[in-house]
């Protein structure tokens, strides 16, 4: 049987050594190349003609911007318009990423934590970042909530900032482990299905059961890819939120 | 007791919480349905949370897979 974990495995394409680093080219290079080529292409060939009564590419172009509009709108708030950009492009990013994973011989780029990581971090400085810069000391109040009694505060405030500094490990975790324990439960019934034919006449005809229960998991598969995308951009408005909204 | 039985017993302590997620996820699945056949218009507006409240706590039984496979295979 395959290694289950193998298809997680970076390998370098292009070597490109620069002093002690490895900047190498690697497959998960080339498949993040591939999702920005694709929404780039895909984007812009929809939203090329602009009618008033779209056509199939400009409706799915616009199916998009209207579920990421309306999602900012729900949890932000109308100030939350300004990181329409940002938020926008984390989906696209997460999403293609998860769908391109599906792809059979593929690599799964949000199946390492370093890429979820970074992102998630980045959306925690920017938090930061942005609250400090507007709010200034005022920021802080974000670990008292309001209404707390004074006896409370010593027991509130810490587990408020614990909360507030496990945000970006757990939104990268939660990503990540789903990615891996999904590619590794389609592969780990992929091989029950080779091990059975290896068996003979009667292995081939068992065979096809696990094969059923594949295809049934990986539309299961579809639904996480979509659904975690979804989370990871949902958690990061309302991390956001926090940004444009203090002291209410 | 061996190092071998030792690994494949954290393996199994560590997919306990996968008891709380299945109380969780029934509840999820209960209240939604209950809600949606008490007030079907209200189904468009529960299911955004239906599914988020759902991931979150589906997430919880991968992170408990993932300690699990590791205490086995890496530890």
Same mark, same amino acid.
Request: net charge neutral; hydrophobic share 60%.
């Given at each position: 049987?395959?290694?289950?974990?193998?298809?997680?495995?970076?390998?370098?394409?292009?070597?490109?050594?620069?002093?002690?680093?490895?900047?190498?080219?690697?497959?998960?290079?080339?498949?993040?190349?591939?999702?920005?080529?694709?929404?780039?292409?895909?984007?812009?060939?929809?939203?090329?003609?602009?009618?008033?009564?779209?056509?199939?590419?400009?409706?799915?172009?616009?199916?998009?911007?209207?579920?990421?509009?309306?999602?900012?709108?729900?949890?932000?708030?109308?100030?939350?318009?300004?990181?329409?950009?940002?938020?926008?492009?984390?989906?696209?990013?997460?999403?293609? +990423?998860?769908?391109?994973?599906?792809?059979?011989?593929?690599?799964?780029?949000?199946?390492?934590?370093?890429?979820?990581?970074?992102?998630?971090?980045?959306?925690?400085?920017?938090?930061?970042?942005? +609250?400090?810069?507007?709010?200034?000391?005022?920021?802080?109040?974000?670990?008292?909530?309001?209404?707390?009694?004074?006896?409370?505060?010593?027991?509130?405030?810490?587990?408020?900032?614990?909360?507030?500094?496990?945000?970006?490990?757990?939104?990268?975790?939660?990503?990540?482990?789903?990615?891996? %324990?999904?590619?590794?439960?389609?592969?780990?019934?992929?091989?029950?299905? %080779? +091990?059975?034919? %290896?068996?003979? %006449?009667?292995?081939?005809?068992?065979?096809?059961?696990?094969?059923?229960?594949?295809?049934?998991?990986?539309?299961?598969?579809?639904?996480?890819?979509?659904?975690?995308?979804?989370?990871?951009?949902?958690?990061?408005?309302?991390?956001?939120?926090?940004?444009?909204?203090?002291?209410? | 007791?061996?190092?071998?039985?030792?690994?494949?017993?954290?393996?199994?302590?560590?997919?306990?919480?996968?008891?709380?997620? *299945?109380?969780?996820? *029934?509840?999820?699945?209960?209240?939604?349905?209950?809600?949606? *056949?008490?007030?079907?218009?209200?189904?468009?507006?529960?299911?955004?949370?239906?599914?988020?409240?759902?991931?979150?706590?589906?997430?919880?039984?991968?992170?408990?897979?993932?300690?699990?496979?590791?205490?086995?295979?890496? *530890?």
């Amino acid at each position: 049987m395959a290694n289950p974990i193998h298809q997680f495995e970076i390998q370098p394409l292009i070597h490109i050594p620069v002093g002690n680093l490895d900047l190498s080219y690697t497959n998960s290079s080339l498949w993040m190349t591939i999702a920005v080529v694709l929404s780039t292409v895909m984007l812009s060939v929809a939203m090329r003609r602009r009618a008033l009564v779209p056509n199939r590419m400009q409706a799915f172009a616009e199916m998009i911007y209207e579920f990421v509009a309306g999602m900012i709108r729900e949890n932000i708030g109308s100030k939350g318009r300004q990181y329409f950009p940002l938020i926008f492009t984390l989906f696209v990013v997460v999403l293609l +990423g998860n769908m391109l994973g599906l792809v059979p011989y593929s690599f799964t780029y949000t199946s390492h934590i370093i890429v979820t990581a970074a992102l998630a971090f980045m959306i925690f400085l920017l938090v930061v970042m942005i +609250g400090v810069f507007k709010h200034g000391f005022h920021f802080f109040s974000l670990f008292l909530p309001p209404g707390v009694p004074w006896w409370l505060m010593p027991l509130i405030v810490p587990i408020e900032i614990m909360s507030f500094m496990i945000r970006p490990v757990t939104l990268s975790v939660r990503l990540f482990a789903n990615m891996i %324990a999904g590619h590794i439960m389609l592969k780990v019934f992929a091989g029950f299905s %080779a +091990g059975m034919v %290896a068996m003979g %006449a009667v292995g081939i005809a068992a065979g096809i059961m696990p094969m059923l229960f594949n295809s049934v998991l990986i539309g299961f598969e579809f639904l996480i890819a979509f659904l975690q995308a979804y989370v990871f951009t949902i958690l990061s408005c309302i991390y956001l939120k926090d940004t444009v909204e203090i002291g209410h | 007791m061996e190092l071998e039985a030792v690994k494949l017993l954290a393996g199994a302590i560590a997919l306990l919480p996968l008891i709380g997620v *299945g109380i969780g996820l *029934g509840l999820i699945f209960a209240s939604y349905n209950e809600a949606v *056949g008490r007030n079907p218009n209200a189904a468009e507006l529960l299911d955004k949370k239906y599914f988020l409240a759902f991931a979150l706590t589906e997430a919880l039984a991968i992170f408990a897979l993932l300690i699990s496979l590791y205490l086995v295979f890496v *530890g």
